[in-house]
């Protein structure tokens, strides 16, 4: 295979940041996340890469739910903010006030829209899980369009 050309066209995938929330309380954290889609209208299903082997993906086994906060144009800071881990604290995370709602997950307040999910199944195969969640509630504060990758400049894949 030639290389180059998988990474180039894989790369050419487009792809939104979102923030994954998992765990609950001072037993949560925040994760930038991209690999993120639908999978199913009935019921209601979307599919997420975690990389195994964090504590991101560890709580979200632990916790068994998930929280997605979609991210707006924009808001790159906040995408660029969970690259990292970051520690719970006086209802923020950083300088980032969340919420919780159905599974107890943390959803960002700045966040236009967020979903929620209970975890239905982890295929673990490669360094990402293919995680699949059933959204089991969700909100939308502002219609905007979806933060991308390409808008801030960055890939992640290939």
């Given at each position: 295979m030639?290389?180059?050309?998988?990474?180039?066209?894989?790369?050419?995938?487009?792809?939104?940041?979102?923030?994954?929330?998992?765990?609950?309380?001072?037993?949560s954290t925040l994760s930038t996340v991209n690999w993120l889609t639908?999978?199913?209208?009935?019921?209601?299903?979307?599919?997420?890469?975690?990389?195994?082997?964090?504590?991101?993906?560890?709580?979200?086994?632990?916790?068994?739910?998930?929280?997605?906060s979609v991210l707006g144009t924009?808001?790159?800071?906040?995408?660029?903010?969970?690259?990292?881990?970051?520690?719970?604290?006086?209802?923020?995370?950083?300088e980032y006030e969340y919420e919780t709602a159905v599974t107890g997950a943390p959803i960002l307040k700045a966040a236009p829209a967020w979903f929620e999910c209970r975890l239905t199944d982890a295929i673990e195969r490669g360094d990402h899980a293919i995680v699949v969640g059933e959204v089991v509630e969700a909100g939308v504060r502002q219609q905007t369009k979806a933060l991308t990758m390409e808008e801030c400049g960055v890939t992640y894949g290939g």
């Open positions: 030639d290389e180059q050309a998988k990474k180039t066209a894989l790369r050419m995938i487009p792809y939104g940041l979102y923030v994954l929330g998992v765990g609950s309380g001072e037993r639908q999978a199913s209208f009935q019921p209601p299903l979307v599919v997420v890469g975690v990389k195994q082997g964090t504590h991101t993906y560890d709580l979200l086994k632990e916790h068994g739910a998930f929280a997605v924009g808001q790159k800071d906040i995408a660029f903010a969970f690259f990292r881990h970051v520690e719970p604290r006086d209802g923020k995370f950083g």
